[in-house]
């Protein structure tokens, strides 16, 4: 799972998944008159509460996460796996307001009909605050340009070593050789342009016909690279957080190489941070 591909919509999810564990703990019965030291439940200790709102809504928000956490979709049914924890949340948000408008359920139906004075408690009330931002967060983290950026940024690049000097740092880092690709002549491996170095051809091999240099960027969201062959099947996706080399430019597209070695062309080139 690459932490990098998470963005600041699901660090609300995972916040408002601590704050809904959290508030598990707590009473979900506030009863009039009741003494400080009367033990009222909490959610560990209702089936109900338990399975609809706290395991339901934490099981959404690690499914929501573990999924845009992937390079590729898992998908289950046919469905993705994100799909499937945003149903969950919503779910959870549902079944919590339902619990604070009849926080007793059917008991208030038994004997004179009276709730005793029973109230939701403070549990009940923070996990309906906890379920709503999950689910919020999880709906409009695809439609929200501030939530879809990326929750870790692209590491600074390093310091620029003298000339003749070793890059530091590993291939999907500025700076750092290509697979096949070898030092030469204590030649600098790229040239700093207010960012990332780039990497140099040797002396001995021949110039593109354009003016094109490759150069390293990082995107702002996870995006899909397709096929040099014009196929609209992505064979990859590139993750907000990391460097990637763009090594050939057509139109408005750019042929860009994954760290593995795959190339393919990055459709959508706009908001890219270049290095």
């Given at each position: 799972m690459?932490?990098?591909?998470?963005t600041?919509?699901?660090?609300?999810?995972i916040g408002a998944?601590?704050?809904?564990?959290?508030?598990?703990?707590l009473?979900?019965?506030s009863?009039d008159?009741?003494?400080?030291?009367?033990?009222?439940?909490?959610?560990?200790?209702?089936?109900?509460?338990?399975m609809?709102?706290v395991?339901a809504?934490?099981?959404?928000?690690?499914?929501i996460?573990?999924?845009?956490?992937?390079?590729q979709?898992?998908?289950v049914?046919?469905?993705?796996l994100?799909?499937?924890?945003?149903a969950?949340?919503?779910?959870?948000?549902?079944?919590?307001?339902?619990n604070?408008?009849?926080?007793?359920?059917g008991?208030?139906?038994?004997?004179?009909g009276?709730?005793?004075?029973?109230?939701?408690g403070?549990?009940?009330?923070l996990?309906?605050v906890?379920?709503?931002?999950?689910?919020?967060?999880a709906?409009?983290?695809?439609?929200?340009?501030?939530?879809?950026?990326?929750?870790?940024?692209?590491?600074r690049p390093?310091a620029?070593q003298p000339y003749?000097?070793?890059?530091?740092?590993?291939?999907?880092y500025?700076?750092?050789?290509q697979p096949?690709?070898q030092?030469?002549?204590?030649?600098p491996?790229?040239?700093?342009?207010?960012?990332?170095?780039q990497q140099?051809?040797?002396?001995?091999?021949?110039?593109?016909?354009?003016d094109?240099?490759?150069?390293?960027?990082?995107?702002?969201?996870?995006?899909?690279l397709f096929?040099?062959d014009?196929?609209?099947?992505?064979i990859?996706?590139?993750a907000?957080?990391t460097?990637?080399?763009?090594?050939?430019?057509?139109g408005?597209?750019?042929?860009?190489?994954?760290q593995?070695?795959?190339?393919g062309?990055?459709?959508?080139?706009?908001?890219?941070?270049?290095?």
């Amino acid at each position: 799972m690459n932490i990098r591909s998470l963005t600041r919509g699901d660090g609300v999810v995972i916040g408002a998944a601590v704050l809904l564990f959290i508030a598990s703990f707590l009473d979900i019965y506030s009863i009039d008159g009741a003494p400080d030291s009367y033990d009222l439940p909490n959610a560990w200790e209702s089936g109900p509460v338990l399975m609809g709102v706290v395991l339901a809504g934490i099981i959404g928000a690690a499914l929501i996460v573990v999924s845009r956490g992937r390079p590729q979709p898992l998908k289950v049914a046919g469905l993705d796996l994100g799909q499937f924890g945003i149903a969950f949340t919503v779910f959870a948000a549902w079944t919590a307001l339902g619990n604070i408008f009849d926080p007793v359920g059917g008991v208030d139906n038994v004997g004179n009909g009276s709730d005793n004075g029973v109230d939701a408690g403070s549990g009940l009330i923070l996990s309906l605050v906890a379920t709503l931002v999950l689910a919020g967060a999880a709906i409009a983290t695809p439609l929200v340009p501030a939530l879809k950026a990326a929750l870790v940024g692209a590491p600074r690049p390093a310091a620029p070593q003298p000339y003749g000097g070793q890059p530091q740092g590993g291939y999907g880092y500025p700076g750092a050789p290509q697979p096949g690709q070898q030092p030469y002549g204590g030649q600098p491996q790229g040239a700093p342009f207010g960012g990332p170095s780039q990497q140099q051809p040797a002396p001995s091999q021949q110039q593109p016909a354009s003016d094109f240099s490759p150069f390293w960027f990082a995107v702002p969201v996870a995006r899909p690279l397709f096929g040099e062959d014009g196929s609209q099947t992505p064979i990859a996706e590139l993750a907000p957080g990391t460097w990637y080399l763009a090594v050939e430019q057509r139109g408005a597209t750019l042929v860009a190489q994954t760290q593995d070695g795959r190339r393919g062309v990055l459709q959508d080139t706009s908001g890219i941070q270049r290095g």
